[in-house]
């Protein structure tokens, strides 16, 4: 029986509020299976998640109801590197586990949505970077209106991210997420054409 062909890895990231959520929903709409590293964390922290236990040892104070309370776990970590350190080396082969999952249910394209592409080293991991981006006025704007966001706490997630002209150097493919909806959608389109030919050349 020959081995089941692997799927073109595209993976997509971007600086907090340049539109990455938004443009993961595009290629959705375009009918590409979408891995939401996010989403995938929500599902290990919840009551009854893998990482539950593993969180909790490391973490008492962070579980609250049986679940990982992730505010109570942003204060813990947040500006501690060491603590930081900590968690992702509990999460990440976690998150790894189930995307390797996700991953071998499909066979064309599949488009990992990962917040910390580069700053994890997940580059290496796939066929080709998408980056979203946006000018860093609109960035600011699109953070600051985020409930419970201050300045203080977004120049701190800001500074543990590869700055985004670096992230726009190392892609493949940028999407510009700041001149309306209708443009974006034309980019991505533009982008899985490309990819496609890519793979009929292959």
Do not use: C, W
Request: proline letters at 4%.
């Amino acid at each position: 029986m020959p081995a089941k062909a692997k799927p073109f890895l595209i993976g997509l990231t971007g600086s907090i509020g340049m539109g990455k959520s938004q443009t993961a929903a595009l290629f959705a709409e375009a009918n590409i299976p979408v891995y939401d590293a996010d989403a995938a964390i929500q599902k290990l922290y919840a009551r009854g998640g893998a990482g539950v236990d593993a969180v909790g040892q490391a973490f008492p104070g962070a579980i609250k109801g049986g679940a990982v309370d992730r505010a109570a776990l942003s204060q813990m970590v947040l500006g501690n590197a060491a603590a930081l350190a900590k968690l992702e080396a509990l999460v990440h082969p976690l998150v790894r586990a189930d995307r390797d999952a996700f991953i071998a249910g499909h066979d064309e394209i599949v488009l990992l949505d990962i917040p910390l592409l580069f700053e994890t080293g997940g580059a290496s991991d796939v066929d080709a970077v998408v980056v979203a981006s946006t000018d860093a006025d609109t960035q600011r704007a699109r953070v600051l209106s985020r409930p419970g966001m201050t300045e203080e706490k977004f120049t701190t997630l800001h500074a543990r991210q590869v700055p985004d002209a670096q992230k726009r150097a190392q892609a493949d493919y940028v999407v510009e997420t700041g001149q309306g909806l209708d443009h974006a959608r034309d980019q991505v389109k533009m982008i899985l054409a490309d990819i496609r030919k890519k793979i009929a050349h292959a």
